[in-house]
């Protein structure tokens, strides 16, 4: 969908990332990501389409003869919650969507519905509190999310079941560090297009922008099913837990990444080990360019990667990410110089990408 006006001039990194920090994408309703998605890639795709679950798959064919196709992957949909049920007073029950600590939630303010009306999740009063309440944990299916409607049939006129709530956060740069909801991954969405907007290579090179990460990789299955690339990259935040030491230890050595340290390439998760030669492959570029990079120590969680590399008859993948601090929260921090960081190296290696990456 090539058009025929003018390129619009490209927004600076962090301005991009509070735009779709702030957009509401709560998996399976990633409608607001993507339209500022098509938006951003529509000038330089040569082909844009969008599949049946509502990834945003755009290409820009290849300057080689050879065919070859890759695919980089970064997921539009944030963790929230699912409105189920309204109640006679008006209050409304929720469920979560992704992987969300019920304690996270008690007493925030939420945007509700895609008209993002203000919303509040209750909590009792710590004057209320019984003696072994404040100890006991708290259970999902105890929260209510209160948008002061007085009756079921005053906040039926305003929100339906299955509507999708977030956290209300505006984004804040706050000198080089950045601060805002769902930076997982809109930092990855962000990176994704600029690498795309940016970069030509020999490959066919295919930019997905997936749907359902959150709730088990959904998107991307179908995504790289669709593509059936030679390989693939995904970019993504993980997370930092780069916090001081607790009591006993003299220093934290239970960090996954740190904030400043540069992007970060994954070995193994839950769902993936990562190819050694893909892996190595981009350490031998990020140390010949000097671009800072640190291993993301082996450990549970897990991204699009796992849903990627099991399709068709296997697809070498791996993993860049930005090390993010309090993510599935309702404010995540990230170093803008590790977000740099990771375009500069995604772009270096995939540019100099082995020719059968599967084997190299
Ligand atoms: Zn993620």
Redesign the pocket.
């Given at each position: 969908m090539k058009r025929a006006s003018a390129t619009k001039p490209a927004m600076a990194l962090p301005a991009l990332i509070r735009q779709l920090s702030e957009a509401v994408a709560v998996s399976g309703d990633e409608h607001a990501v993507r339209s500022l998605v098509l938006q951003a890639v529509q000038d330089s795709a040569d082909k844009l389409e969008v599949d049946a679950l509502g990834t945003v798959l755009a290409t820009r064919t290849g300057t080689s003869r050879r065919r070859e196709r890759v695919l980089a992957a970064a997921?539009m949909d944030e963790v929230g919650v699912m409105i189920v049920s309204i109640e006679s007073d008006g209050l409304l029950a929720i469920e979560a969507v992704g992987g969300l600590d019920p304690r996270v939630l008690l007493g925030k303010q939420l945007w509700v519905g895609r008209q993002r009306l203000p919303g509040v999740v209750g909590a009792t009063p710590v004057h209320l509190l019984k003696d072994d309440e404040e100890k006991r944990p708290v259970a999902f299916d105890a929260l209510r999310l209160d948008i002061g409607a007085g009756s079921r049939e005053a906040a039926a006129k305003l929100v339906q079941p299955g509507d999708r709530a977030t956290f209300a956060t505006s984004f804040r740069n706050l000198g080089g560090t950045l601060r805002g909801k769902a930076l997982?991954?809109r930092v990855?969405v962000a990176l994704l297009i600029e690498l795309f907007r940016s970069s030509r290579f020999e490959f066919d090179f295919t930019a997905a922008f997936t749907v359902q990460?959150?709730v088990g990789l959904r998107g991307a299955q179908a995504a790289a099913f669709a593509i059936d690339p030679v390989a693939a990259l995904v970019l993504?935040?993980?997370p930092a837990n780069d916090l001081p030491p607790q009591p006993g230890e003299t220093e934290n050595v239970r960090y996954n990444t740190r904030l400043g340290h540069g992007a970060a390439l994954s070995l193994a998760d839950s769902s993936t080990l990562y190819p050694r030669a893909l892996v190595q492959h981009f350490a031998a570029i990020a140390v010949r360019d000097q671009i800072p990079f640190q291993y993301r120590q082996p450990g549970g969680g897990g991204?699009?990667s796992g849903g990627i590399q099991r399709r068709r008859s296997g697809i070498p993948v791996v993993a860049l990410s930005v090390p993010g601090r309090y993510?599935h929260s309702p404010a995540a921090l990230v170093r803008l110089s590790d977000v740099r960081a990771a375009l500069q190296l995604a772009r270096a290696a995939l540019s100099e990408l082995p020719r059968r990456p599967a084997r190299a």
């Open positions: 997921h997982d991954d990855g990460e959150e993504e935040v993980t991204n699009d993510i």
